[in-house]
């Protein structure tokens, strides 16, 4: 069963934008926080935003701040990735997770995740 389900990624020219979808079909995760990973070719799995179960705090990486916007609706059980101003090194599947314990930046505190939503940024 999947828990998660990315959905927006696509093909974009340097300089466009993407909303990332994450959904959540099987299980609410409204007590859960929220975060975005992204693993492009020969690459380490990355963070990239978090943001708390309350929607209260946010978290970027810094290759995401000022471009890229986390968001949820609790009602709607959905998380978002904004993405502005998009440059070819963010090419890469993007992943949703869900930590019940907590955002965080490193991976392993993440229990569930999506098949992840590619998204290819052409310059």
């Known amino acids: 069963q999947v828990l998660l389900v990315e959905s927006g990624g696509g093909l974009v020219q340097a300089g466009g934008s993407l909303r990332l979808s994450c959904s959540a079909p099987?299980?609410?995760?409204?007590?859960?926080?929220m975060g975005w990973f992204r693993q492009a070719p020969g690459k380490e799995r990355e963070f990239v935003a978090s943001?708390?179960?309350?929607?209260?705090?946010?978290d970027y990486a810094d290759s995401a701040k000022g471009r890229f916007t986390i968001s949820r609706d609790i009602a709607k059980n959905t998380v978002y990735l904004q993405m502005n101003s998009l440059k070819p090194e963010d090419t890469a599947v993007y992943y949703c997770?869900?930590?019940?314990?907590?955002?965080?930046?490193?991976?392993?505190?993440?229990?569930?995740w999506g098949r992840g939503t590619q998204v290819t940024v052409s310059s």
């Open positions: 943001i708390t179960s309350s929607g209260g705090s946010t």
């Open positions: 997770a869900a930590s019940y314990v907590g955002s965080s930046y490193s991976a392993s505190s993440y229990r569930y």
């Open positions: 099987g299980r609410t995760f409204s007590s859960y926080a």
